[in-house]
């Protein structure tokens, strides 16, 4: 039977409703213990009717605070032996049970068999608002610099900035005009905030022989490259996340490129260049000596246009007054001069790589956009000029 335009199915209905939902909150593998949350109206009454305490605790009221132990049972099979913690104000039930998968799968599954959705810890809660965004992005900061500056958000940071331009605006002392030109430099630090999350990856590329696999060693402190006098070692390209200056980087060492390359190398090589072509950023890692500005001016040509390059004259232990300036062909501007086998000038590349990477317009204790959501929502108030209470309620809105 047809149904009629705006009439609902039950399945419909049921979806506008806020749902009950569980995610497993611990790592999914193998483990001691697991915590599964639930979230939603029917967490309480979904917990009454798969728990047990033991026979010693009378009491059946499971909202107080207090955890209590006892099974999980699906009709007369006790599935674990587990402690629930509920929160009747804020419709929680925490259940921390047995680790291995296949008591968190059961446990799951009888969950859902009551009605509750399965989901991921991401999506338990909605991220609508600052507070939680600071709770959901601190599992993905990978560096010290980035968990300081995600973790200062809230309650202060990005909150106490809006919180501040709401003041500001409701008394008089910033315009709609002022607050836009704020929130312009606010959307500017996204990128970054961004490159905190997400790794940015930084590939070594450049002639074979010039010293990228001992350079990506030196910089990630691990003998994860095979290095050799011989020119074309490196054929595979090798990935490793590493932490430049507090950002997260994922630094690929590739192929290096000579004349006459053999069917492996070349193929090596096509490798190197889909690599290259997803950079954030390109160290072109080129020898010091009289083959410096020949290796620069080639591999500058073979590089995609428009890509972030970063030039490292490797090897100056063997040609010092290079870096000295004192040589006869004056070093080329925007060039960082190392030895990656003895680690000299290795912080100037680190710092040159960060900054490349934008980390020098950096306070990490500063306001920080660091989600889409507040992204678009403040990109809006930007991009559209609205009345003054249309405004503060956007601002309210992302900071929820
Ligand atoms: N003197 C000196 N030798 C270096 C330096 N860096 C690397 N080398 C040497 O240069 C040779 C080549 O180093 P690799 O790191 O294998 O060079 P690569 O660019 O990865 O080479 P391919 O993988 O073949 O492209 C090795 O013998 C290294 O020990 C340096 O700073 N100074
Ligand atoms: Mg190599």
Known sequence: MMMRQNQ??????????????????????????????????????VLRCCFRPQAAQAATDLSGARPRFGAIRDGREILDQVIVAADAVRQTVEI?????????????????????????WQQLRPADSIAAEVEFSLPSARTR?????????????????????????????LTPDGLRNELRDRLAG???????LQPASVVLAGPANTGKSTLANALTGKRQSITADAAG????????LTDINGLPVELVDTAGRRDRPDAIETHALQLAETRIARADLVVLVVEAGPRRDGQIEQERA????????????????????????TSQTAPPADCVY????????????????????????????????????????????VNHPAALPDVIRKLQQVIG
């Open 145 to 173: 610099l980035g968990v300081r500056a995600i973790a200062v958000q809230y309650p202060g940071g990005l909150t106490a900035c809006l919180q501040g331009q709401i003041a500001r605006l409701q008394n008089g002392d």
């Open 338 to 381: 190392i030895s990656a086998r003895h680690e000299t000038n290795l912080d100037h590349l680190r710092s040159a790589i960060a900054g490349r990477l934008g980390l020098d317009r950096f306070d990490p204790q500063g306001p920080l956009v660091f989600t889409r959501r507040q992204y678009d929502l403040l990109a809006e108030i």
């Open 233 to 240: 070692t490196t054929r595979d390209w090798t990935a490793h």
């Open 96 to 120: 921390h049970c047995h680790g291995g998968p296949r008591v968190v799968q059961r446990l799951l599954l009888l969950l859902q068999k009551q009605g509750v959705e399965i989901t991921t």
């Open 302 to 325: 073979i590089l995609p246009e428009n890509k972030e390059i970063l030039v490292a004259v490797n090897k100056i232990d063997l040609y010092p007054d290079q870096s000295a300036g």
């Open 8 to 45: 609902k199915s039950p399945q419909e209905t049921r979806s506008d409703a806020v749902k009950t939902k569980a995610a497993l909150l611990t790592w999914p593998g193998p483990a001691a213990l697991a915590t599964i949350q639930l979230v939603g109206p029917e967490s309480l009454s």
């Open 190 to 196: 996204f990128a970054l905030a961004r490159r905190l």
